[in-house]
């Protein structure tokens, strides 16, 4: 086996070209780079779609099989996915409500599918100036961004955080990442084989879960202790929460309806998450 490590193997986008032009057999993906290859999935990080662990724990267990089935139209096997965390806004000015956004430039991390679409919708509604970068390159152009969005482990890893005080206390959506093999790649592992290839694979993820979360809470401990030196956390309005909820809902939800996604799936998922907060299903 060969293992590329960082960004050897190029970007997201990059990667999962690979894959799919049987390059590469397989690979640990963000949203990001599943968007090229099962598109659907990208649909449990749409903005204020899942808005806390439980839902997030709740809805894995329902979508898990139905993934693998949508997987397979794609030529994919997926194996189900791994938090990343929360994703939040950070800025180097205060964002107090949805209008402070006007004239800022926001990252937008570039080829991400989602993550364009948010940008333009911002843009069009906020007059944000989106500024597309591939991740790597972003730290070296901090100067000239004002927000970013990104799970706080990121932020601190990647060296960020030192550019941004303001936190929005209020998470953006929810990340996620998954391994995925090809089809074409996975016949070709023994069946006898096969098998426990998926066993070591499901408890990596839930492995990976499990550290990613408690690596988030100590993160917060690290910004919570930052606050004493400047970094401060930011509330929204429930007014204000609602109106951008409102507005992602029209313009993000609906618009990539058949697009990124199918409908029958969108008003399935919903009707689920309904359901687990009316506490008609748990």
């Given at each position: 086996m060969e293992w590329y490590f960082s960004s050897i193997a190029g970007d997201e986008p990059e990667i999962a070209k690979k894959i799919k032009e049987g390059n590469l057999d397989c690979a640990w993906l963000t949203g990001n780079g599943l968007s090229y290859i099962i598109p659907p999935v990208r649909i449990l990080e749409l903005p204020f779609f899942l808005k806390n662990i439980k839902e997030v724990d709740f809805i894995r267990k329902k979508v898990e099989k139905l993934f693998q089935i949508l997987a397979s139209d794609y030529g994919m096997k997926f194996f189900g996915f791994s938090d990343i965390g929360f994703?939040?806004?950070?800025s180097k000015e205060p964002?107090?409500?949805?209008?402070?956004?006007r004239g800022k430039v926001m990252w937008v991390w570039d080829g991400d599918y989602l993550g364009e679409f948010i940008g333009k919708v911002v843009q069009e509604e906020f007059?944000?100036?989106?500024?597309?970068?591939?991740?790597q390159n972003v730290k070296?152009?901090?100067?000239?961004?004002?927000?970013v969005w990104e799970t706080p482990y990121v932020l601190i890893m990647l060296g960020w955080d030192t550019s941004f005080r303001y936190i929005l206390s209020h998470p953006l959506k929810f990340s996620f990442a998954a391994p995925v093999v090809s089809q074409k790649?996975?016949?070709k592992i023994p069946t006898n084989y096969q098998k426990i290839f998926e066993d070591v694979l499901r408890k990596y993820i839930d492995v990976l879960t499990d550290i990613n979360r408690e690596s988030e809470v100590k993160i917060f401990e690290i910004i919570l202790f930052y606050r004493k030196m400047g970094?401060?956390?930011?509330?929204?309005?429930?007014?204000?929460v609602k109106e951008a909820e409102n507005i992602f809902r029209e313009k993000v939800w609906v618009a990539l309806k058949d697009k990124v996604y199918p409908s029958w799936l969108l008003a399935e998922l919903l009707t689920m998450i309904h359901m687990f907060r009316t506490g008609e299903v748990r």
């Open positions: 994703v939040y806004i950070f964002v107090r409500g949805l209008s402070d956004l007059q944000v100036k989106p500024f597309r970068l591939p991740i070296a152009n901090l100067d000239h961004i004002h927000v790649s996975f016949s970094i401060k956390m930011i509330d929204f309005t429930p007014t204000e």
